[in-house]
């Protein structure tokens, strides 16, 4: 069977069971498109199609378009991994270690022993974490009244760090911070930084933290999967007016928008037309282990109806790179080691594998994270591509 009959017949399956309300997914060589597909409704009971050029919330995929634009910043000598970040954004040296809260529920604090660098923000190794993940995070906003990194506030990114930056790693909000030197640097908001040197290169028109009229006619709802399992569309959007541009999540866009990014990781920096987007050895280091002997660890979520606990491929290692995970060994999915992948909070996922010159975008628009349903699609859609195409 052909890769189109065989993807076609597992998403459409998917959708027809009732397991996901609508799904788009491609699939890329080094040359081009390979697979692409969409299925079922951008919103349950309503009667727009999930199409191809469906618009969706990416969430944290968009940390791997800020990953890029700081290191194209760290190519022209603007930006630098190792030196201290607070050069750019001096909120990063006034930030403080929590250790725990005394008996009258105050945050006790103390200075970190060494400063945070741009690579422990991409690496996210510098401390930070989001109040999805650690209880701790949470506490500390009530008591001082500061919203979560969702509002995209100023405020939401003066949350301390959980420990010494290069110490462990810790999901958070590291590239958000990493958004805040790119616009020190430039002198322009990230997004628009983001579009004149990486989006526009690339030909992701339909990729933004603002959503045009045309992206909006095209957009999908957000569904929130119930106790009970079933899934309802619920009223969820990024802030269009925002402090800051949430360089960590904040973004919309199509799946074969973020298609001709995988596809410029895959070709050593060159997009379709051949402009080189970033330098091939800078391409090499941001695929390569940039944090190491550290280890990427589980998700545990203190937020159940935004996040389940998770894994990426459970029982295989991996660390970290310039923005992304990486599998140390080879992933049961058909995956070579050294493949980069991550995901969105509303379960949408990518996969990069230089190795074997083969990439996917996966979108779906469910909540919780990690959903029952939909990651286990995901995977078995990459496993379908290495079937067919290996």
Known sequence: MSLKSRADALLGQAVAAGDVPGV???????????YEGGFGRRALGQPEAMTTDTVVWIASMTKALT???????VERGQLDLDGPARRWVPQLGRAQVLEGFDGAGQPRLRPPKR????????THTAGFSYEI??????RYQQNKGLPGIISCQDAALETPLLFDPGARWEYGINIDMAGKAIEAVTGQRLGEYLKENLLGPLGMQDTGFTISESMRRRLAKVHQRGEDGKLQPIEFEIPQQPEFD????????????????????????????????????????????AMGDLKVTPLHTVMPPLSNSGEFLPGVPKNWGLSWQINIEPAPTGRAAG????????????????????????????LPFADVKSLPLF???ETTVYQTMT
């Not at 990953?67 to 910043?73: I, V």
């Not at 993940?133 to 949470?138: A, S």
């Open 133 to 138: 993940w650690n209880e701790d995070i949470g």
């Open 24 to 34: 788009v997914a491609m699939a890329t060589d080094r040359q081009g498109t390979i």
């Open 115 to 122: 400063d945070i660098t741009l690579r422990h923000l991409l």
């Open 379 to 381: 995977t078995e859609f």
């Open 67 to 73: 990953g890029a634009g700081a290191m194209q910043l």
């Open 246 to 289: 949430m360089g960590g999540g904040g973004m919309y866009g199509t799946c074969g928008d973020y298609l001709k990014f995988v596809r410029m990781v895959l070709n050593d920096g060159r997009a379709d037309d051949g402009t080189q987007v970033l330098r091939a050895q800078t391409v090499q280091q941001m695929a390569s282990n």
């Open 339 to 366: 493949g980069l992948q991550w995901a969105g909070l509303a379960n949408t996922f990518y996969w990069i594998d230089r190795t074997k010159g083969l990439g996917g975008v996966y979108f779906s628009q469910i």
